[in-house]
């Protein structure tokens, strides 16, 4: 996530690793300087957290005197979290997803502390915007918005796939057919947007009735495809709480 954040903004960077030396390579791509944790936090106006969720203690052990703000990209780690961590830093919770690399991204924004410096939070939230569209919620509704931006992806290239694969079946070779799929969701998703993300509007429009595209909905209906999204959900958001 670091490093498709750091091609999204395409600027050099202060980075650390845990010793893999990827950030070496990404200073190799982008320019910038390769440094340690307390190095990044006492040279940078903002430290972009994006380790696992278990290392915030050993990591904010290392950098919580010196980071001037921080900003947190990690899962399943609440804004008292990130405070606890972080007494009397500015702390900033938000949840991006991997298009951030293209300028595509979805980053959800959960505001923490009412007494935020406005300047520094509009300073921030300026810098992920440049990485898609941000977008405020509640931390409440943070499980459900991850469970189909964050991991949404994944979702949409294994959709892709299998598209890709019943139309290869069929005949098409496969980079054509890997082109018209991502082609089509990429001008359906501009189509949605347009329709105020009217999804069945969209559908609507393509389905004439008792013709191809009916029988083919049908067909996703009955082998699953919603059943499927909503255990797939179950899992994302209920999987670590059973
Ligand atoms: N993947 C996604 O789509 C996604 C989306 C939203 C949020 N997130 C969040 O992003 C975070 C990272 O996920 P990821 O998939 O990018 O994991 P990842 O590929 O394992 O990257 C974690 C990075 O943290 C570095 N690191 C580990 N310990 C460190 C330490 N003590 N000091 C400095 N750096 C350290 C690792 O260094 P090494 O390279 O040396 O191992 C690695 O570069 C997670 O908290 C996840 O919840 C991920």
Sequence with gaps: MARAIARGWGDPVLCSDGGSG?????VAELGGEALTNAQVAERADLVVLCHKPY????VAEEIRETAKAVASVLGATSNDDLQSAYPGVP?????PNTPV???RGIVCYVRGRVDVDAALEAQVLELFDRLGKVVRLPESQLPPAAAVMSVGPAYVALVAEAQVDAAVRHG??????SELVAETLAGTAALLAAR???TLAVRREVTSPGGSTARGLDALERGGLRGAFQAAADAVILGGRR
């Design 172 to 177: 098409l070779p496969a980079p054509l057919a």
């Design 101 to 103: 690399e293209v300028r």
């Design 196 to 198: 105020d993300y009217d």
């Design 22 to 26: 990827r950030a070496a390579a990404l």
């Design 55 to 58: 290392q915030l203690g050993p």
């Design 91 to 95: 702390v900033f919770r938000l949840m």
